[in-house]
């Protein structure tokens, strides 16, 4: 299994800018996380979806975040208008609820690493 | 509401000494799982172990081993002959099995472990 895939690796774009960042979870895992990391917040639960259908969007800082699973191996979050506080690295997960799989454990992606000047 | 406290924010160690990093959580469920992961300098995010709450035996995996105790809710985590390698941000994480949080994690804020040569 190639493991969850996220892409880009790295994004710069200018503020005002429309960012989308994407996320393939690993096949057959029901649940899937967008998390953003930052020095000073830490890690951030933005939001979660299980079975394709977004369960807690609690985390999404404001209206500028929206996030989409339009099927079970592909979700999105995108940045409309892109701010230079939204600069940090995105981290996608996957997990399944499953104990023989991953013990209900997140396998994560590598994350986007975003800035916005 | 669940909550995941690292009290120990930096812990720097020499190679080949002994190492504990402090976990203590909080949550009304009475079925639940806890989680440790590792971030080293390169940035992903690595799943390490998951305990359920109604199994307290201590586990080890060679130099790693996990001390889980239900009396005081605290998942330690200890590096035995800790090595440069270990260096790392190291992340307990929190999930309950039912109501509104099912399948969501909670992290804390992180240990950073710096192991000196």
């Known amino acids: 299994d190639a493991g969850v895939i996220q892409s880009p690796r790295h994004e710069v774009t200018e503020m005002g800018q429309e960012v989308t960042l994407r996320c393939k979870p690993i096949?057959?895992?029901?649940?899937l996380f967008w998390y953003r990391q930052t020095m000073m917040r830490g890690l951030e639960l933005l939001i979660y979806?299980?079975?394709?259908?977004?369960?807690?969007d609690s985390g999404m800082p404001e209206d500028r975040f929206s996030a989409k699973m339009p099927n079970a191996s592909f979700s999105t979050l995108k940045i409309q208008p892109s701010e230079p506080r939204d600069s940090a690295v995105y981290f996608c997960?996957?997990?399944?609820?499953?104990?023989?799989?991953?013990?209900?454990?997140?396998?994560f992606g590598s994350g986007t690493r975003l800035t916005v000047v | 509401a669940q909550k995941v406290t690292q009290a120990q924010t930096e812990i720097s160690v020499v190679e080949k000494e002994d190492v504990t990093l402090d976990c203590v959580y909080e949550?009304?469920?009475?079925?639940?799982?806890l989680f440790w992961y590792k971030q080293p300098p390169s940035g992903e995010l690595v799943f390490l172990i998951r305990?359920?709450?109604?199994?307290?035996q201590n586990e080890i995996s060679g130099r790693y081993s996990w001390n889980f105790q239900k009396s005081t809710s605290s998942f330690n985590f200890t590096i035995t002959a800790s090595q440069v390698v270990d260096s790392a941000v190291y992340f307990c994480?929190?999930?309950?099995?039912?109501?509104?949080?099912?399948?969501?994690?909670?992290f804390g804020d992180g240990t950073t472990l710096t192991v000196k040569p």
């Open positions: 997960a996957s997990s399944d609820r499953e104990r023989k799989k991953t013990n209900y454990g997140y396998t």
């Open positions: 096949s057959g895992h029901d649940y």
């Open positions: 979806f299980n079975n394709n259908v977004p369960i807690d």
């Open positions: 949550t009304r469920d009475t079925t639940y799982y």
């Open positions: 305990r359920n709450s109604f199994d307290e």
């Open positions: 994480a929190l999930s309950e099995r039912g109501g509104t949080n099912a399948g969501k994690s909670t």
